[in-house]
Nanobody
Framework: QVQVVESGGGLVQAGGSLRLSCTTSGSRFGDYDMGWFRQAPGKELERVGCITWSLGTTYYADSGRFTISRDNAKNTVTLQMNSLKPDDTAIYYC?????????????????WGQGTEVTVSS
C-alpha cells in the first residue's frame, strides 16, 4: 500500500510559477513510476507528465512550461510549473504506478493522492 500526498497548490496570477510536491509513504518509492494528472472544472482528467523510477526519464503532455523531478531518497516528486495560464486551472493529482507503466493510462496508476488545487487568475 502506498500513500500519496500532494501539496503546493494555490492561487497565482497568469505568467507566474508554482511548485507542487508529492510525497509517498508505505512502500518503496523507488519502485514506482510517478505521474501528474489534472482535472479542470467540467473537463476530463488529463495527463500532465510522468517520471520513471529507474532512470528518471520524463515524459510530458505539453513540454516547455512544466518540469517533473524526483528525489528517491526523500520519496518526493515535484512538478515545477512556469508561465502559468488560466487554462492551467485545475486540481492536480499525483499518482504512482508500477515501473514500466509511466505512459500507461490513468487507470493503470494504482495509488492516487487527494489532489491539490491550482487556480491561475488572468
Amino acid at each position: 500500500q502506498v500513500q500519496v500526498v500532494e501539496s503546493g497548490g494555490g492561487l497565482v496570477q497568469a505568467g507566474g510559477s508554482l511548485r507542487l510536491s508529492c510525497t509517498t509513504s508505505g512502500s518503496r518509492f523507488g519502485d514506482y513510476d510517478m505521474g501528474w494528472f489534472r482535472q479542470a472544472p467540467g473537463k476530463e482528467l488529463e495527463r500532465v507528465g510522468c517520471i520513471t523510477w529507474s532512470l528518471g526519464t520524463t515524459y510530458y503532455a505539453d513540454s516547455g512550461r512544466f518540469t517533473i523531478s524526483r528525489d528517491n531518497a526523500k520519496n518526493t516528486v515535484t512538478l515545477q510549473m512556469n508561465s502559468l495560464k488560466p487554462d492551467d486551472t485545475a486540481i492536480y493529482y499525483c499518482a504512482a504506478t508500477a515501473g514500466g507503466y509511466c505512459l500507461a493510462s490513468a487507470g493503470e496508476f494504482r495509488y492516487w493522492g487527494q489532489g491539490t488545487e491550482v487556480t491561475v487568475s488572468s
